[in-house]
T-cell receptor, first 111, second 117 residues
Framework: KQEVTQIPAALSVPEGENLVLNCSFTDSAIYNLQWFRQDPGKGLTSLLL???SQREQTSGRLNASLDKSSGRSTLYIAASQPGDSATYLCAVYGNNRKLIWGLGTSLAVNP | DTGVSQDPRHKITKRGQNVTFRCDPI?????LYWYRQTLGQGPEFLTYFQNEAQLEKSRLLSDRFSAERPKGSFSTLEIQRTEQGDSAMYLC???????????????FGPGTRLTVT
């Protein structure tokens, strides 16, 4: 059974720092992996989708990497801003392409 | 492409009442997924449809829950005899299904927040 783990559960950094959020999964036979952002009490915003054949994707200050063999993905946020404060969720596409989720990393960027 | 929409956005109900939520997917998407998210947790898969056929249901979906997707367009999720433990955000997503690695990318609606008092 696929399990997704995110470390750390919470992170607090000063504005301007570069940071890395980690996601690991137990079954390397995934299709794709997707990172989402969720603001308190709100729905999900897709940040990056990494196809199973890719090793990384970039969008603005965000870079996500994927290493299927080791069961890991990282989300790198450059030059963090207070507006980046949110919960970041990692999800893998499993059987029937349904998403299997981690518990998220709660990020606070302090001005 | 108007995105995935969900209605209502918020629902407060008393224990024991029935509630129904609606999800309208992106028009050309043939797959539709329902997830549930409780406070402090990641979303959990509930069920999914390909066109009008419900192809998988999670064990989380007790017999009080039923989902339909008549005509393969919008979907409804009904909860009968609601319990306080049903309080959660109910998320709907849609995707294409077919050849191509990106064809299954899921697009999410804003969610319906249910509070059972």
């Amino acid at each position: 059974k696929q399990e997704v783990t995110q470390i750390p559960a919470a992170l607090s950094v000063p504005e301007g720092e570069n940071l890395v959020l980690n996601c690991s999964f137990t079954d390397s036979a995934i299709y794709n992996l997707q990172w989402f952002r969720q603001d308190p009490g709100k729905g999900l915003t897709s940040l990056l989708l990494i196809q199973s054949s890719q090793r990384e994707q970039t969008s603005g200050r965000l870079n996500a990497s994927l290493d299927k063999s080791s069961g890991r993905s990282t989300l790198y946020i450059a030059a963090s801003q207070p507006g980046d404060s949110a919960t970041y969720l990692c999800a893998v596409y499993g059987n029937n392409r349904k998403l299997i989720w981690g518990l998220g990393t709660s990020l606070a960027v302090n001005p | 492409d108007t995105g995935v929409s969900q209605d209502p956005r918020h629902k407060i109900t008393k224990r024991g009442q029935n509630v129904t939520f609606r999800c309208d997917p992106i028009s050309e998407h043939n797959r539709l997924y329902w997830y549930r998210q409780t406070l402090g947790q990641g979303p959990e898969f509930l069920t999914y449809f390909q066109n009008e056929a419900q192809l998988e249901k999670s064990r989380l979906l007790s017999d009080r829950f039923s989902a339909e997707r008549p005509k393969g367009s919008f979907s409804t999720l009904e909860i009968q005899r609601t319990e306080q433990g049903d309080s959660a955000m109910y998320l709907c997503a849609s995707s294409r299904g077919g050849p191509g690695a990106r064809s299954y990318e899921q697009y999410f609606g804003p969610g319906t927040r249910l509070t059972v008092t």
